[in-house]
């Protein structure tokens, strides 16, 4: 029998889990791993182009840099898969998988776990990468902000790039927050080889457990999916779902979290800030507002990243609004990505008991979890609580 969701538990990396369900509308199949781990790549490293780029980046000034990846940007913003902004192979794979599995079972619908707990529709998590000292600076204002609109936020702190005291890591915990490692440096060697990974290991757990930390981001977003589950933490949040302009482009092309072993997966699922206001100079939040709707139709999760090292007051104002726009929509689950990670495994746990069984699941076992029936309509995948 599976234990109640507790965010405060405390996570034990050697915990086996298997999430295997026979059919849930928000478990990929295996043969979407083709897709969820990059394998259409035809090689997991960054982009040549930017392979030439960044070996001269220390030498060019700041406005010589931005036209170059400007320039960049506008061929791959043009790339054809995964599409961008959004792409929605696997989310229309599911819906066509359900109807499938509905017409075979000769129903209209299905009975699951609602993705989300408490029956809310879709959920969001805040998450920040701090670069360096100008990011510690800022970091009270962003904190300040999401307080007053009724958020709490996951901090990102590279370990040995700059200075990160204890008082550091109170100021977001005694905000509510989480922290997070992103990283031992930022210098884009961990995934660069067998070596540099498994020697990193062993300060990525010490610096996890020091800073009672469970969740990893790569720095520049560097992955490689056949080692994922290697990382001691409970989730790893590095993979977009589709993102051309990255040193490492590509994505995950999915909406929900999923599994490296133990390891869940949150996908960043909106635009970088970076890349929303300095790469391709937006002056408004339309494209992080046109996604969440279409993550929320989908009943998916808005993962948005924002580094307070480029967070000026004209692009606080934007964030602000944005932070508006979600408070707006209703049925979200704001939470913090290591709820929503811990939700994960239990929800796994839940629609493998829930399949295996004809009858309904005894209370103290769902908990917080709703049970919803499932049907396809339209190329998406409707959850009716």
């Given amino acids: 029998m599976s234990t109640p969701f507790d965010p405060a538990t405390p996570f034990d990396p050697a915990t086996p889990f298997d999430p295997a369900t026979s059919f849930d509308p928000a478990t990929p199949r295996p043969e979407d791993a083709h897709y969820l781990h990059e394998h259409y790549r035809s090689r997991n490293a960054p982009s040549p182009a930017l392979g ?16 170059i990846r400007r320039s960049l940007a506008r061929r791959q913003a043009r790339r054809a898969f995964p599409a961008w902004p959004i792409e929605p192979l696997l989310v229309r794979s599911r819906a066509e998988a359900l109807a499938r599995e509905l017409s075979s079972l000769g129903t209209a619908r299905l009975r699951t776990i609602n ?22 600076k800022r970091m009270p204002a962003l904190l300040d902000l999401e307080r007053r609109h009724g958020f709490v936020s996951s901090w990102n702190f590279v370990a040995e790039a700059y200075r990160v005291t204890e008082a550091d890591l109170a100021t977001v915990r005694g905000a509510g927050g989480e922290i997070g ?7 884009g060697r961990l995934f660069r080889d067998r070596t ?4 990193s290991l062993r300060k990525i757990r010490s610096y996890l457990e020091s800073w009672q930390a469970v969740g990893f981001r790569s720095p520049s977003t560097l992955r490689n999916a056949a080692w994922m589950h290697e990382l001691p ?22 909406i929900f979290p999923f599994f490296f072993g133990d390891v869940v997966e949150l996908p960043i699922t909106l635009d970088q800030d970076h890349t929303l206001f300095v790469l391709l100079r ?8 046109q996604k969440s709707r279409w993550i929320i139709e989908h009943s998916g999760l808005i993962n948005v990243l924002v580094h307070p090292d480029y967070m000026d007051a004209q692009r606080l104002a934007l964030y602000e609004r944005f932070l ?9 689950w704001h939470a913090l990505p290591r709820e929503v990670a811990q939700w994960w495994r239990k929800r796994a746990a839940l629609c493998a008991q829930l399949n295996s069984s004809n009858d309904e699941l005894p209370g103290e076992v769902i908990g917080e ?12 995948v409707v959850y009716d609580v």
Avoid: N
């Fill in 52 to 67: 030439l780029f960044y070996p001269i980046k220390p030498a060019l000034p700041w406005s010589a840099q931005m036209a």
């Fill in 115 to 136: 993705p989300w707990p408490q029956g809310h529709r879709f959920a969001v998590i805040l998450t920040h990468d701090v670069e360096g000292p100008l990011g510690m």
């Fill in 181 to 187: 490692l992103h990283g031992i440096t930022h210098d």
């Fill in 196 to 199: 540099s990974f498994e020697a």
């Fill in 233 to 254: 933490c409970l989730y790893d949040s590095s993979f977009p779902d589709t993102d051309p302009f990255q040193p490492q482009p590509g994505g995950c092309c999915w």
């Fill in 282 to 289: 937006e002056r408004s939040i339309e494209r992080w507002t």
């Fill in 324 to 332: 508006e726009f979600l408070s707006e929509q209703e049925g979200g």
């Fill in 369 to 380: 979890a709703t049970l919803a029936w499932a049907h396809a309509e339209e190329g998406r």
